[in-house]
């Protein structure tokens, strides 16, 4: 009886290593980012990514490619998500199939988190060089604290090539120029291979023993004392004094063979230039806004007050980076991703031109699948149904003014 116990146990232990062990290599590849997932109200009422553009849409590998635009830090950021007081530009790919080879807003280099203000808005440029083939979806992306990674739209990328000719060469600080793609990897899976067999050591030395259920047994009966022998103890000081002599004999080797480290780089940057906006002369005011469920289609009605001294026209409504045109005022020719441009999306009750001093209060329609395809329409269910997004006038000589909305949504499910 004692006999089979332990054989159980045995057996269990190993099923238990085997599913871990499976478990941490077992990776399949994901073919989305979730990015629809993601609460609509976060993707509404933080950062609204416009101006963006992917400047290639087929890559090599070791080839480089940059994503460029504006964002507009919403100034009616949610309570319920930390302000953006500690935030980093990124980029949302699966995985290291590009390497970030450089990023900046308003010009400046941001290798490290930043401070943006609610209300401003900010020019950016990410240098990505191409690594994996495949088709990937490219998103900009905020990092905020306390936020989470707040996602913009995404492009597919294809990177053509081979994995295997990807080099990352860089100039250390005291010359020498290393390929950070290799470097030291040997060491690397030398050490991983090390720790391993010696965990693989410990654990076989004990796994011989009587396992849970007989040692179980033993403490209750009182013997817990006769479980570890003495070998047990001679071999148990032996690891440990082992593990630390190889800890530290290796450090020193380390610390002569390298005696030049410095630690990695953190901190924040304050005071980014944000892009100087000229005050908007269209002044917008949204008297109610529904979300018609069965059309999929949101309806605003809006009076629109243009202050200005020439006359304007609504081209486009942009919201979590899906961007409802009028076509006849507006066309994006930047090849923005298909599924988040609604080219004739924007239907105005009255889009003829408002002219300065004049105010016009027009009934605005937003239309298109891609309303419930991004699960926006999602937002009708949070406790607090607000929408947001970027309106953008032009006038005839095609100068654009972008002005904020901000207000509730009230859905309509006949
Ligand atoms: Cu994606």
């Known amino acids: 009886m004692k006999i089979l116990k332990d054989k159980v ?30 609460a609509a109200f976060m993707r509404m009422r933080t950062i609204h990514w416009f101006d963006l553009n992917w400047s290639k849409e087929e890559v090599v590998v070791n080839d480089t490619m940059t994503i460029s635009g504006k964002f507009f830090v919403f100034s009616g950021w949610p309570e319920t998500v930390d302000k953006p007081d ?41 240098l990505l060089k ?87 047994l033993a403490i209750e009966a009182g013997k817990a004392d006769s479980l570890i022998t003495g ?21 020193a080797s380390t610390n002569e063979s390298y005696p030049i480290t410095t630690p990695l780089q953190a901190g924040l940057l304050r005071g ?22 069965p059309g999929r289609a949101m309806q605003m009605t809006m009076t629109i007050t243009n202050n200005g001294d020439s006359a304007i026209r609504l081209g486009e409504f942009n919201t979590a980076g899906v961007r409802f045109m009028d076509a006849a005022v507006a066309q994006d020719e930047t090849g923005y991703p298909d599924d988040l441009l609604a080219e004739e ?18 009934q605005v329609t937003a239309s298109d ?5 991004y699960r926006l329409a999602d937002l009708i269910y949070d406790p607090d149904s607000r929408f947001a997004g970027l309106l953008f006038f032009y006038d005839q000589s095609g100068n654009r003014q972008m002005v904020t909305i901000d207000a509730p949504l009230i859905p309509s499910f006949i």
Do not use: C
């Open 9 to 38: 146990a045995k057996l269990s232990f190993v099923a238990l290593l085997i599913t871990i062990t499976a478990a941490m290599f077992y990776a399949p590849t994901a073919s989305a980012h979730g990015e629809k997932s993601q």
């Open 86 to 126: 500690i935030s980093f530009l990124n980029i949302g790919i699966p995985g290291p199939v590009f390497i970030r080879a450089g990023s900046w807003i308003g010009g400046q280099l941001v290798p490290r988190s930043v401070q943006l203000e609610l209300g401003e808005t900010y020019e950016f440029k990410v």
């Open 130 to 216: 191409a690594r994996r083939p495949g088709d990937w979806h490219v998103h900009t992306m905020m990092n905020v604290k306390g936020g989470g990674p707040i996602i913009g739209p995404g492009k597919w990328v294809t990177v053509t090539g081979s994995m295997s000719s990807f080099t990352n060469p860089i100039t250390t600080l005291t010359g020498q120029t290393i390929d950070l793609e290799t470097y030291n990897l040997g060491n690397t899976y030398f050490w991983h291979a090390a720790w391993y067999g010696i965990g693989l050591l410990w654990l076989a030395y004990w796994v011989r023993k009587p396992l849970f259920v007989p040692r179980f």
């Open 231 to 251: 070998t047990d103890k001679k071999v148990a000081m032996g690891f440990g004094v082992g593990v630390i002599a190889i800890v530290a004999m290796s450090m």
């Open 272 to 293: 980014i230039k944000s892009i100087e906006m000229p005050v908007p002369t269209v002044a917008v005011k949204i008297e109610d806004a529904t979300y018609r469920v």
């Open 345 to 362: 999306g924007l239907t105005v009750s009255d889009n003829s031109p408002i002219a300065p001093g004049q105010s016009r209060t027009i």
């Open 369 to 373: 699948a891609a309303w419930e395809v």
